[in-house]
């Protein structure tokens, strides 16, 4: 879809977690966004860390394939309390990363309080008011679960900062392209 002649982006978002991955693939063309699809990638917590790490590299590498998305979004995770849990999450995130980078995507990286702030305004929201707004913001979406509703704020977040970053490149270009007057 295009709207005013400027080419639409899919964008997907990814929420690490080793447990639970969220993922939400949108559209952006400008200020309007569609929902594509969401949904969670869950690993077998019975299984060595590795296997666990390969369940979720080869799920994300299966998204990648389905949806084809132009560019990618991870949040930034903060460190735990729990030195361990904080490692295990650090490497999920890694294969996060990893995954859109290999298959050669923009992968940009984003503060939780920043997410925040691009979807409800302020970056001290909780989880019902980012839920909350970004069903105002993709109508119709139907998210079924927390991880997946963070992974479409990602992607929101991404959309506005990559459309103020194609303005401002616009009107760069403008500059130079436009004689000085004496």
């Keep these: 879809m295009r709207v005013g002649g400027t080419p639409s982006v899919r964008v997907l978002g990814l ?7 969220g993922w939400g693939l949108i559209e952006s063309n400008g200020s309007h966004l ?3 699809a969401d949904g969670v990638v869950s690993t077998t917590a ?11 590299f ?7 394939e389905l949806h084809r998305p132009d560019e990618a979004a991870v949040e930034h995770t903060y460190v735990n309390k729990n030195p361990g849990a904080a490692l295990k999450l650090g490497q999920a995130r890694g294969v996060v990363m990893l995954v859109p980078s290999m298959a050669g995507l923009l992968v940009g990286e984003y503060q939780a309080m920043e997410v925040k702030r691009a979807v409800v305004g302020t970056g001290h929201a909780d989880k019902v008011q980012v839920t909350d707004m970004v069903k105002r913001l993709l ?6 679960r927390a991880d997946a509703a963070d992974a479409l704020a990602v992607a929101i977040c991404h959309a506005h900062h990559r459309a103020s970053r194609v303005a401002v490149a616009r009107m760069a270009n403008l500059a130079v392209s436009q004689p000085a007057r004496s």
């Design 46 to 56: 019975d299984l060595p860390l590795g296997e666990r790490l390969s369940q979720l």
């Design 34 to 36: 569609r929902h594509l």
């Design 139 to 144: 109508p119709g979406a139907v998210i079924r």
């Design 15 to 21: 929420d690490p977690g080793l447990q639970h991955t």
């Design 58 to 64: 080869r799920a994300l590498n299966t998204i990648l």
